[in-house]
């Protein structure tokens, strides 16, 4: 069995206060946009499980990716079958893009029906939740706006059909703790739930992302991609939660490479 976990992008990110266990309450919308992965699980070939990941390289003991880490987490609580697991890595990694917590969670699914498990969303929420903060996101992949320390959802309707995204990520890799490190929480003057219901051509200077001042001080060259999509005509552009990529929304296919020549390009259709 395959499938293609998708990237997520982040529509403003409010750091609203510190938590007693540490963590942050924050909001801002997840949006699911059209770059994958590919997952692959099939019987294994022997009596032992094994793991294979190709494209982007991952650091850190197999044991550690949270594609196992899902596999290891249902087997505490159900009989699972030996399988050999194919990951093909499209995603880059400290980018704000959430790709190892779609690679976890579309894990869950895969082992569900694979194994007629026959968890409900809510259950596979559950066990995500478990994994990371945005894991339980992409069990249902629809945009929400997200509260508490991002695994409150509230389904949203975002207005980007017809619209294009291009994403750039810089040769930067962003330690999501030392950016929260650097970030002083504080209430909004306007939630991004009431933002993200206005045009698009409104969201500028009014959807933020609180990572940002910090973010750009450190690595003004992330700063300056920003600036350089608003120059090139988006209507809107945000780094997407601690970043290092950054996005633009355009009303027309727009061809960047010639701009970003040292960085990861992609672009695709709002959803």
Known sequence: MICFP??????????ISKRTDG???????FYPVRLYDALEIVPAATEAMRFSQTGI?????PETNLVLKAYRLLQKDYILPE???YLQKNIPFGAG?????????????????FADLHLSDKQLEEYASQLGADCAFFI????????GIGMIFTPVSVPLFGYYITIVK????????????QVTPQSPKESIRDIITCPVETWKDRLVNDFEPSVF????EIGAIKQTLYEKGAVYASMSGSGSSVFGIFETPECLEAEFPDAGLVNCRGR
């Open 6 to 15: 998708n990237a997520k992008i982040n529509l403003g990110l409010n750091v």
């Open 23 to 29: 963590y942050h309450n924050i909001e801002t919308v």
């Open 57 to 61: 390289p991952v650091t850190g003991e």
């Open 83 to 85: 399988i050999d697991i």
């Open 97 to 113: 893009l959430g790709g190892g917590s779609a690679d976890a969670a579309f894990m869950l699914k895969l082992l569900n029906d």
């Open 140 to 147: 249902q992949n629809q945009p929400v706006f997200a509260e």
């Open 170 to 181: 810089p040769k930067i890799h962003i330690s999501t703790r030392e950016a929260y490190a």
């Open 217 to 220: 001080a450190r690595f003004p």
